[in-house]
């Protein structure tokens, strides 16, 4: 069984900083690409960055220069160091990966179970 569990969510005041962290765990492979999507009340999970086997990221547009993507590969896990925190990041945040089972053959995309991150004062 593999599972993806986040953590690091909470209320921060407008511009401060947050660093949430998401540890794949179980009978892994190998992961491919890995990211962080997020979900405001009453809108559509949208895409927040994403990181490559190799190391490679992209941003959506209102994450750039403000937040910062990376990875372990050696601890399965991703964070997500977000600074500069707006009350429109307030969402619940999703860790996202493609991964392959250590017996199996094929990628499948694994999801967490969310962290809340609250951007008010």
């Known amino acids: 069984q593999v599972q993806l569990v986040e953590s690091g969510g909470g209320l921060v005041q407008p511009g401060g900083s947050l660093r949430l962290s998401c540890a794949a765990s179980g009978s892994i492979g190998s992961i491919l690409a890995m990211a962080w999507y997020r979900q405001a009340p009453g809108k559509q999970r949208e895409l927040v960055a994403t990181i490559s086997q190799s190391g490679f990221t992209n941003y959506e547009y209102s994450a750039k220069g403000r937040f910062t993507i990376s990875r372990d590969n050696a601890k399965n896990t991703v964070y997500l160091q977000m600074s500069s925190l707006k009350p429109e990041d307030t969402a619940v945040y999703y860790c996202?990966?493609?991964?392959?089972?250590?017996?199996?053959?094929?990628?499948?995309?694994?999801w967490g179970q969310g962290t809340q991150v609250t951007v008010s004062s």
């Open positions: 996202n990966a493609e991964i392959r089972h250590e017996f199996g053959s094929s990628f499948r995309n694994y």
